[in-house]
């Protein structure tokens, strides 16, 4: 199965400023997600998405994060106004054939200055 | 509130030896428990699933236990490699394509 790629790869931002963070390019996958891991701690779920709406949402998810697919292909993560704190590496994920085995993709760490 | 825990020190072995990693877990009724090893500065690759209703699973030189009663899993290497030093991430999964959460991690370091 196609694995999942994300760009960029890093982003150096400073903090206030937006962030897009991509899944691409995915087909044929109904079901996304969107996870975060701060250096040094255990992997956290952000987002899930289902046919072009969000499915569940943790409170990590708050009203400065957003997804959508705009072009039924892509898949992104806006970041609004970054904090510090939003420094982490950013992986998207799919679910294969049966049961919830998410396939990861290599990720995207963001830097927040 | 749900809680995974794993052994957050890490765990040294001999090279040939069996590495036997723990998950616990409280407050979740999983439907699936997964393992995932995840290497430094990439993302989780998927290794085992074992459903609510089985109690052990193989795949190679892996081994996973489950039991419910005591909330526990078992994930077992053996004849470990240096190749398979990384840290094993244990996920609960309620099923249904809702989220997959995931413990902290244990690092597991095989010494040649």
């Known amino acids: 199965e196609p694995e999942v790629t994300q760009t960029p790869s890093h982003q150096v931002t400073q903090m206030g400023q937006e962030v897009i963070l991509r899944c691409v390019p995915i087909s044929n996958h109904l079901y996304f997600y969107w996870y975060r891991q701060i250096l040094g701690q255990k992997v956290e779920f952000l987002v899930s998405?289902?046919?072009?709406?969000?499915?569940?949402k943790s409170e990590i998810f708050d009203d400065q994060f957003s997804v959508e697919r705009p072009d039924g292909s892509n898949f992104t993560l806006k970041i609004r106004s970054t904090k510090l704190e939003d420094s982490a590496m950013y992986f998207c994920a799919r679910t294969g054939s049966g049961a919830n085995v998410l396939t990861f993709g290599a990720g995207s760490r963001l830097t927040v200055l | 509130s749900q809680k995974i825990e794993q052994n957050s020190e890490a765990l040294n072995i001999q090279e040939g030896k069996t590495a036997t990693l723990t998950c616990n877990y409280t407050?979740?009724?999983?439907?699936?428990l997964q393992w995932y090893r995840q290497d430094p500065g990439r993302g989780p690759v998927f290794l085992l699933l074992i459903r609510e209703n089985e109690k052990e699973k193989r795949k190679e030189r892996l081994k996973v236990t489950f039991d419910t009663t005591l909330k526990q899993s078992l994930f077992h290497i053996t004849a470990s490699q240096p190749a398979d030093s990384a840290t094993y991430l244990c996920a609960l999964d309620s099923g249904g394509y809702q989220k997959v959460t995931f413990g902290t991690g244990t690092k597991l370091q095989v010494i040649p």
């Open positions: 998405f289902y046919n072009n709406e969000i499915s569940e």
């Open positions: 407050n979740y009724s999983p439907a699936y």
